[in-house]
C-alpha cells in the first residue's frame, strides 16, 4: 500500500512564497522518482516539477523555471516542492505523485509516468 500526503497549501499574494511537502509512506523502496503537477479549474492536468529517488536530478515545465524548486530529504523520506514569485496563474490544485520502474518508460513530464498520487493541495495566489 502506497500513499502520498501533501501539506502546504494555501493562500499568498502575488509574489509570494509558499513550501509545498509530500510524505510517501508504504512501498517506497519501489520508487523510481517524484513529480508535482497541477490543476486549475476546467484544464487539464499540468507538468510542474520533477525529481530523481536519489535527489540528483531534476526537471521544470518552463511555466515555473526560476521560480519553483524541487527537492529530496533522504532523512526524512520527504519532497518538497519551494514556490516563490508565485503569479495569480500559479493557482490550482497541486498534486505530488511518485514513479515505478514499470512506469519509468512514460516520460516524467506526463500523469502516466506516476502510478501513484497524493490527494492534492489548494494553492491559491490573489492579485
Known amino acids: 500500500q502506497v500513499q502520498l500526503v501533501e501539506s502546504g497549501g494555501g493562500m499568498v499574494q502575488a509574489g509570494g512564497s509558499l513550501r509545498l511537502s509530500c510524505a510517501p509512506s508504504g512501498r517506497t523502496f519501489s520508487f523510481y522518482g517524484m513529480g508535482w503537477f497541477r490543476q486549475a479549474p476546467g484544464k487539464e492536468r499540468e507538468f510542474v516539477a520533477a525529481?530523481?529517488?536519489?535527489?540528483?536530478?531534476?526537471r521544470y515545465a518552463d511555466s515555473v523555471k526560476g521560480r519553483f524548486t524541487i527537492s529530496r530529504d533522504n532523512a526524512e523520506n520527504t519532497v518538497a516542492l519551494q514556490m516563490n514569485s508565485l503569479k495569480p496563474e500559479d493557482t490550482a490544485v497541486y498534486y505530488c505523485?511518485?514513479?515505478?520502474?514499470?512506469?519509468?518508460?512514460?516520460?516524467?513530464?506526463?500523469?502516466?509516468?506516476?502510478?501513484?498520487w497524493g490527494q492534492g493541495t489548494q494553492v491559491t495566489v490573489s492579485s
Open positions: 525529481i530523481s529517488w536519489s535527489g540528483a536530478s531534476a
Open positions: 505523485a511518485a514513479r515505478s520502474l514499470s512506469s519509468s518508460r512514460y516520460s516524467s513530464e506526463i500523469p502516466s509516468g506516476y502510478p501513484y
